[in-house]
């Protein structure tokens, strides 16, 4: 109970954070084997089928990480989205 309580009482100084005040200095950049391996475990909204235009070496860059990789470029859009709206909450 009380580890759950100091994790509550981080995230709560984490969230209230801007993104310039976290240190990420010491966060290696993501290998190529991570980014293979890597799954999005967040909880999924439903999902909505569309047809959407990209660029062939945008689309042969996630298809080169094998099955799965629709999910990333949707975990890369929402990450962005996010972010994006993170930003301007606080602006």
Known sequence: MKKEKNMQTDLEALAAMSDDDIDCSDIEAFSEEWLRSAEWLA?????????????????????SFGKGYQKRINAVLRAFAETTERRRRTS
């Open 43 to 63: 909880e999924q909204p439903e999902k909505e089928m569309i047809s959407i235009r990209l660029d062939r070496p945008t689309l042969e860059f996630y298809r």
